[in-house]
């Protein structure tokens, strides 16, 4: 759980600090190209690049590695122990961002409480409008869903007629356009990245850009009304820092950059609707780009597979049995006692391997003491048995155990996040050369799965039932690497597909493959005696 909200986290805070980046370049150029409005509407594509990184990722087609695997020396009881070590870390990291959380959640309530106390009695005015004891920071807009707008309590002696009439409608903007919101939204941000610097500055010049687009929409509203909106900032500019739930008049925002906008020509009516699909590109850019650069997930067969493991432990005279059920590398033990006394411990761990097969790995400890590190490679639904010899007259060990999977959990074939497209057409045998057939003469039946990549390659090939001899099982696969195909084709593009492939090997006379064809058209066959001939 920690592990996957670090992770969560991080991939979070690495697309959102490049969008942050790139907006802090592209805001001057918007702003001069296509009005402020564009320039704070742009800060849309943060949000939407984080939240994007929480939607599924995009889905590959799983691919198999093929029969053959090296097995390496490990021992169950190191491979048990770095998981602990690990999780200690994951659990600090994730304590210490809780704690700077609840921190910067405490410092900007607390910044907000002392706003509003610091306002005293509220006292409801003309035209909506409510007016405070105090003057500092005000007027503002202040509320999330019971908005109001304050004014200082010196309002009607500081400010002509006009000018109030800017004022207010610049503070009503601020409410009608969903600024209230969005600084809440974004002081949010600031609480779950308290630790990324580059979320901060984005808060600071996002609160820049909307003043600036309101003073844009203002004087759009009142053309010839500039020269009193710029006395009318003069006037309210106090020493005081934004809350973050609050738009002030008098906030600390450059008093140079927003008077110099007053002098500029308005966006025309054309310039705001290419800002519009311009804005909406960057946004659905930033997303599709945070969604997409996601890695793919690891195959939900690693995640949702139950082994059953049956073992009968035979040691000393001694005899137990156990049935487990576990998910593929997590380890599980077992211990018992011979009838002399003598205590033993393993230490298990199935591991997924190619279709049907699994790999066993044990620590063996007989009296306190280690006893080997035997690894098993076993056929699921089969038994197997390893012995451990005892030494100086201690009676040797032994274990047999059969591995299945759990009746409703997937198939080690299991495509992962997506089914791969089958093939729906009709396979060309002669274009595929048949397998050698092998010196041993065993006959059996190999049933390969193939993965097609979109040029009509054999990418990878996955076994999914064995014939009962290697010697069968690798001839088939050898020759399955060479074979081609016409590649699957979704929406007129080549996709990655999968087609299932039957090898029969068989020293009698062969059934006619056309038959064989006509009953399953995307399932090649060939009879190992044509195969010998060829």
């Not at 010196?154 to 919101?181: K, P």
């Not at 391997?353 to 699921?380: C, F, H, N, Q």
């Not at 057939?437 to 039932?465: D, F, K, N």
């Not at 060479?482 to 062969?510: K, Q, Y």
Request: charged share 20%; hydrophobic share 45%.
């Amino acid at each position: 759980m920690s592990s996957d909200l670090l992770r969560l986290l991080l991939a979070t805070t690495l697309a959102t600090s490049l969008v942050i980046l790139l907006l802090y370049l592209l805001r001057a150029p918007l702003r001069r190209w296509l009005g402020a409005g564009a320039a704070y509407a742009s800060w849309l594509c943060v949000p939407v690049a984080a939240l994007a990184v929480l939607l599924p990722a995009r889905e590959v087609a799983v691919e198999w590695d093929a029969v053959g695997t090296v097995l390496m020396p490990m021992r169950a009881a190191t491979a048990a122990a770095a998981p602990s070590l690990s999780s200690m870390w994951e659990t600090c990291l994730l304590v210490a961002w809780l704690g700077g959380v609840v921190a910067m959640t405490g410092w900007l309530w607390m910044r907000q409480h002392r706003f509003v106390r610091g306002l005293g009695e509220l006292r409801r005015c003309g035209d909506g409008l409510w007016s405070a004891t105090s003057t500092r920071g005000l007027p503002a807009a202040i509320g999330l869903f019971r908005p109001r707008i304050v004014v200082p309590a010196d309002f009607e002696s500081r400010y002509l007629e006009r000018e109030r009439v800017l004022i207010a409608c610049h503070e009503r903007l601020h409410i009608n356009r969903g600024d209230l919101v969005a600084n809440a939204f974004m002081s949010a941000l600031r609480c779950v990245y308290w630790f990324n610097p580059l979320i901060h500055l984005a808060a600071r010049r996002l609160r820049i850009d909307q003043e600036l687009a309101c003073d844009v929409d203002v004087i759009r509203r009142h053309p010839g009304a500039r020269r009193s909106y710029g006395e009318a900032m003069l006037k309210g500019q106090l020493d005081v820092g934004p809350v973050p739930l609050a738009c002030h008049w008098p906030a600390p925002h450059p008093l140079r950059e927003r008077i110099a906008q007053l002098g500029k020509q308005l966006p025309s009516r054309r310039r705001r609707a290419l800002a519009t699909l311009l804005v909406a590109a960057m946004v659905v850019a930033a997303g599709y780009g945070a969604w997409a650069a996601q890695p793919a997930p690891p195959p939900a067969v690693a995640q949702e597979r139950l082994y059953h493991i049956a073992m009968q432990v035979s040691l000393g005279g001694a005899t137990r049995a156990f049935e487990i059920r576990e998910k593929p590398g997590k380890a599980f033990a077992v211990s018992g006692q011979t009838e002399a006394g003598e205590t033993w411990k393993g230490t298990f761990r199935v591991e997924a391997m190619t279709a049907g097969r699994a790999r066993v790995l044990a620590d063996i400890d007989v009296a306190g003491k280690p006893a080997g590190s035997p690894e098993l490679l076993i056929e699921l639904g089969k038994s197997a048995s390893l012995r451990i010899d005892g030494e100086n007259g201690k009676p040797s060990l032994s274990i047999e155990l059969m591995v299945t999977l759990e009746p409703g959990t997937t198939s080690p074939l299991s495509t992962g996040s997506r089914p791969i497209s089958r093939m729906k057409r009709a396979v060309d045998h002669s274009t595929l050369a048949p397998p050698r057939y092998p010196a041993s003469r065993h006959e059996g039946t190999v049933v390969m799965r193939l993965v097609i990549g979109t040029e009509g390659g054999v990418s990878q090939v996955g076994l999914e039932r064995s014939s009962g001899f290697d010697d069968l099982d690798q001839a088939a696969m050898t020759a399955a690497r060479g074979w081609r195909f016409e590649p699957a084709i979704e929406a007129g593009r080549a996709v990655v597909s999968m087609v299932r492939v039957p090898v029969e090997f068989s020293l009698d006379e062969p059934d006619d493959l056309a038959q064989q064809a006509a009953r399953d058209p995307t399932e090649p066959a060939w009879n190992g005696q044509r195969s010998a001939r060829r």
